[in-house]
C-alpha cells in the first residue's frame, strides 16, 4: 500500500499561483496523480505521472497552466498551478498505485491523501 500526504492548498486571487505537494512512500514505479472534487460536482482528474517513464497527462481544463513534476530522491509530486481561475476552487486530493506502465485517472488509484483545499476568489 502506497502512503500518500498532500500540503500546500490555500486561498489566491484569480491569476495567482499555488504549488501543491505529495509526499508518497512507495520505491518502484508508480502513477501518481491529482483530482479535485468541487461541492455538487463530480470528481475530476487535474493530471497524473508515470515515474518509470516521462509519461503526463492533463486535463484539458488545466493544460497550459498546470505542471505535474516528482522528485523521485525525496518522493514527492508537485502540481504547479499558474493563473489559477474561479473554477479551479476545489478540494485536491493526491493519489498513488503501483503500475507497470499504463495510468487510470487519479479518482481510481488505491491510495490517496487526506486533501488540500484550494480557493480562488477576489
Known amino acids: 500500500q502506497v502512503q500518500v500526504m498532500e500540503s500546500g492548498g490555500g486561498s489566491v486571487q484569480p491569476g495567482g499561483s499555488l504549488r501543491l505537494s505529495c509526499t508518497f512512500s512507495?520505491?518502484?514505479?508508480?502513477?501518481l496523480g491529482w483530482f479535485r472534487q468541487a461541492p455538487g460536482k463530480e470528481r475530476e482528474g487535474v493530471a497524473f505521472v508515470y515515474t518509470g517513464g516521462r509519461t503526463t497527462w492533463y486535463a484539458d481544463s488545466v493544460k497550459g497552466r498546470f505542471t505535474i513534476s516528482h522528485d523521485n530522491a525525496n518522493n514527492t509530486v508537485y502540481l504547479q498551478m499558474n493563473s489559477l481561475k474561479p473554477e479551479d476552487t476545489a478540494m485536491y486530493y493526491c493519489?498513488?498505485?503501483?503500475?507497470?506502465?499504463?495510468?487510470?485517472?487519479?479518482?481510481?488509484?488505491?491510495?490517496r491523501g487526506q486533501g488540500t483545499q484550494v480557493t480562488v476568489s477576489s
Open positions: 512507495y520505491t518502484h514505479s508508480v502513477c
Open positions: 493519489a498513488a498505485e503501483g503500475s507497470g506502465g499504463a495510468c487510470r485517472m487519479p479518482y481510481d488509484y488505491l491510495n
